[in-house]
């Protein structure tokens, strides 16, 4: 982000919620990156915080940690039905009604 950028977003920031914001993003290069790559992901991973990869001094990506979150499709409706009567016996024909 270009520096009169960032002071205009910091000072509108500060005005509005009375305190500044620290963003928690270190850069790395693109050079040191590909040397410690699966240790810089590893730690990424731990401390949770983002890493932007730079070229020439330029941003060209940026390293975030994946969110844990399971997926929602299996199990949301766990514990939600019940069981009633006998569900192993077949059903008398008088009880298929129109069907048999």
């Known amino acids: 982000m270009h520096w009169r950028r960032y002071r205009r977003l910091k000072t509108r920031f500060r005005a509005k919620y009375g305190h500044e914001v620290t963003m928690k993003t270190k850069k790395i290069a693109a050079g040191e990156f590909k040397a410690r790559c699966l240790a810089i992901m590893d730690e990424v ?3 949770r915080e983002t890493i932007i990869i730079t070229k020439c001094g330029k941003p060209i990506a ?3 940690p994946a969110e844990d979150k399971t997926d929602d499709i299996f199990g949301f409706m766990k514990g939600s039905g019940f069981i009633n009567g006998d569900i192993v016996s077949p059903l008398p ?3 298929w009604g129109n069907l048999a």
């Open 62 to 64: 940026k390293l975030s």
């Open 93 to 95: 024909p008088e009880d």
């Open 45 to 47: 991973q731990a401390k």
